[in-house]
């Protein structure tokens, strides 16, 4: 079965900058898309970021140019690099696949098939 497990979530200040971890297995990782999505308390999910088969990335506007998503495919991991913090980043981020040949802002739009069970992002003034 397809397992994905998040860590790396916790509290910084803003400005501050955390790395999310999700470890993938159970299936051929190489061949998948990945993406973190964030949903904070009253408000819809968001896509953060989608990298493809060969680790290529789109960004939410939101989070371009302080975040980095990066897929290590000999290792079946996916990080997310997330610099200058700010209070509107706190969420519950979670770690998505999808074996689909879908358009990357598809993908931020409309979620992924397979789901981890999230790491909880907190950011304080």
């Known amino acids: 079965d397809l397992e994905l497990v998040e860590s790396g979530g916790g509290a910084v200040h803003t400005g501050g900058s955390l790395t999310l971890s999700c470890a993938a297995s159970?299936?051929?990782?190489?061949?998948?898309?990945m993406g973190w999505f964030r949903q904070a308390p009253g408000k819809e999910r968001e896509g953060v970021a989608v990298a493809d088969s060969a680790g290529v990335a789109t960004y939410a506007d939101s989070v371009k140019g302080r975040f980095t998503i990066s897929k290590d495919n000999a290792k079946n991991t996916l990080s997310l690099q997330m610099n200058d913090l700010k209070p509107e980043d706190s969420a519950m981020y979670y770690c998505?696949?999808?074996?689909?040949?879908?358009?990357?802002?598809?993908?931020?739009?409309?979620?992924?098939?397979?789901w981890g069970k999230g790491t909880l992002v907190t950011i304080s003034s």
């Open positions: 159970g299936y051929t990782y190489s061949s998948y898309y």
């Open positions: 998505a696949a999808d074996l689909s040949d879908l358009e990357p802002r598809d993908y931020l739009k409309n979620g992924m098939d397979y």
